[in-house]
Nanobody
């Protein structure tokens, strides 16, 4: 079993930055990719970015390209999401997830097996 716990959410003004963190524990050697998802009120959860934990291959949703950066510190079993130039439409609960596989293409929640409880990001205009 793998447990992931997010932190780093908060409130920020438009144009500001936040860095989210996600610490993985347990049988992390069975996971080969991690990702960030988000869900705004009344909306479906959507993929934001993903990374293969060994190879470092990344994938981003179009709406965050150039603004968000996903990274991982394998020594600390920690996933990061650096979010710059934040917009009010980025307001959502952000979730960390881990996969037993190496998903290709669009970041999709059905490819991920282990989920955190989320951390709230609120961007005011």
């Amino acid at each position: 079993q793998v447990r992931v716990v997010e932190s780093g959410g908060g409130s920020v003004q438009a144009g500001g930055s936040l860095r989210l963190s996600c610490v993985a524990s347990g049988s992390t050697d069975i996971t080969y990719a991690m990702a960030w998802f988000r869900q705004a009120p009344g909306m479906e959860r959507e993929g934001v970015a993903s990374i293969w934990t060994v190879e470092g291959r990344t994938s981003y949703a179009d709406f965050v390209k150039g603004r968000f950066t996903i990274s991982r510190d394998n020594a600390k079993n920690t996933l990061y999401l650096q979010m710059n130039s934040l917009k009010p439409e980025d307001t959502a609960m952000y979730y960390c997830a881990a996969s037993r596989f190496r998903p290709w293409g669009r970041v999709q929640e059905e490819s991920y097996d282990y989920w955190g409880q989320g951390t709230q990001v609120t961007v005011s205009s």
